[in-house]
């Protein structure tokens, strides 16, 4: 059975930075997608960054320049590096594994697994 486990939120300044962490496990990840998805309350869920299993990343308008995405294959482990933070990225990140689809479109609609998320609060 996948599983996905969350790590590394937790509260930072705006302009601060945090990485948060996605261990899978159980999970073959050859032609598959991985990536990050977060909700903030009374918002729709928006896609963050997904990771192809041909490395290819894609990454939302509101977090490109700012968010890097990443996979260590050893560990299989997916990665978010979070930097220059601002308060509006104060939601519950989730991460997810789904189709290849998914990964180009960013859409959530096509990640089967999700983990339980971890909270990231920005204050201003």
């Known amino acids: 059975q996948v599983q996905l486990v969350e790590s590394g939120g937790g509260s930072v300044q705006a302009g601060g930075s945090l990485r948060l962490s996605c261990a899978a496990s159980?999970?073959?990840?050859?032609?598959?997608?991985m990536g990050w998805f977060r909700q903030a309350p009374g918002k729709a869920r928006e896609g963050v960054a997904t990771?192809?299993?041909?490395?290819?990343?894609n990454y939302g308008d509101s977090v490109k320049g700012r968010f890097t995405i990443s996979k260590d294959h050893a560990k299989n482990t997916l990665l978010l590096e979070m930097n220059s933070l601002k308060p509006e990225d104060t939601a519950m990140y989730y991460c997810?594994?789904?189709?290849?689809?998914?990964?180009?479109?960013?859409?959530?609609?096509?990640?089967?697994?999700w983990g339980q998320g971890t909270q990231v609060t920005v204050s201003s």
């Open positions: 997810a594994a789904g189709s290849k689809i998914g990964c180009y479109r960013l859409d959530g609609r096509y990640f089967g697994v």
């Open positions: 159980g999970y073959i990840d050859s032609g598959d997608c």
């Open positions: 990771f192809n299993s041909d490395g290819r990343t």
